[in-house]
């Protein structure tokens, strides 16, 4: 199973980026996935996450009203439209899916016990 993130770079504040991250070795469809980034020197945290129909989706207070997460269960992948970016969203991004099958996502929630976690993007933002 391998979860890939593409799409990070660098870009000025204000501006924005598209995350995506494409699964293989099995269908997540069933699953949540999300996203989550670690700042240098930071622990990870949790971003945002979307349930299996993307009928319900969770964000940090942080990004919320400037990403939006979905999903294509066709192509296997979640994505991450970041607008509005600031210097301190610059982290690496990283992708994640697991738990339940069918699982519920919660706004405000963060915690669903992601069991795969992909390799991460870089995403600077300069000031």
């Known amino acids: 199973v391998q979860l890939q993130a593409f799409g990070g770079g660098l870009v000025q504040a204000g501006g924005s980026l598209r995350l995506s991250c494409a699964a293989s070795?099995?269908?997540?469809?069933?699953?949540?996935m999300g996203w989550f980034r670690q700042a240098p020197g930071k622990e990870r945290e949790f971003v945002s996450a979307i349930n299996w129909s993307s009928s319900t989706t969770s964000y940090a207070e942080s990004v919320k009203g400037r990403f939006t997460i979905s999903r294509d269960n066709a192509k296997n992948s979640v994505y991450l439209q970041m607008n509005s970016l600031k210097p301190e969203d610059t982290a690496v991004y990283y992708c994640a899916t697991g738990g339940k099958p069918f699982g519920t996502v919660v706004p405000g929630v963060a915690n669903y016990g992601m069991d795969y976690w992909g390799k991460g993007t870089l995403v600077t933002v300069s000031s």
């Open positions: 070795g099995r269908t997540f469809s069933a699953y949540v």
